[in-house]
C-alpha cells in the first residue's frame, strides 16, 4: 500500500495533542511522545473502522481527529471503557489499531 505524502498540519497536531498523555509535573513533553501505543489509542478512539480499507491518509487524519477531539488522555480513556464494556470486541480492534499506526511512517506523525 503506498503512503501519501505527510501533511506538516496533522502531524504537528498529533504530536501536540498525545503529548498531553504525560504525567502532570513531569515538565515538557518531548517531540517523541507521540508513541505507538497512544497512536494506536488515538486511531482506536476513533471512528474509523477496519471494515473500511482505510489508507495511510485516512488513518493519520483519524488519528489527529480523534486527538483534537479527545487529547492523548481521552483517548486512552475511551480505550479503558471500551476494554471494561465490551473486552471481547476491544481486544480485535486494538489489534487491528496496533498493527495500522504502525503502518503509517512515523515521521508522518512527529513534529
Known amino acids: 500500500m503506498p503512503s501519501a505524502p505527510c501533511d506538516p498540519s496533522i502531524s504537528n497536531l498529533v504530536s501536540s495533542k ?55 488522555s481521552g483517548c486512552a480513556a475511551r480505550v479503558a471503557q471500551a476494554f471494561g464494556e465490551h473486552p471481547e470486541t476491544a481486544v480485535t480492534r486494538m489489534r487491528w489499531a496496533r498493527a495500522a499506526a504502525r503502518a503509517v511512517p512515523v515521521t508522518c506523525l512527529a513534529a
Do not use: C, E, K, V
Request: charge should be positive.
Open 18 to 72: 498525545l503529548s498531553n498523555r504525560s504525567a502532570p509535573g513531569a515538565g515538557a513533553p518531548s517531540a517523541g511522545a507521540a508513541t505507538p501505543a497512544t497512536r494506536a489509542d488515538a486511531l482506536f478512539a476513533s471512528a474509523l473502522q477496519r471494515s473500511d480499507h482505510p489508507t495511510p491518509g485516512q488513518i493519520r487524519q483519524a488519528i489527529a481527529a480523534a486527538t483534537a477531539a479527545y487529547g492523548g
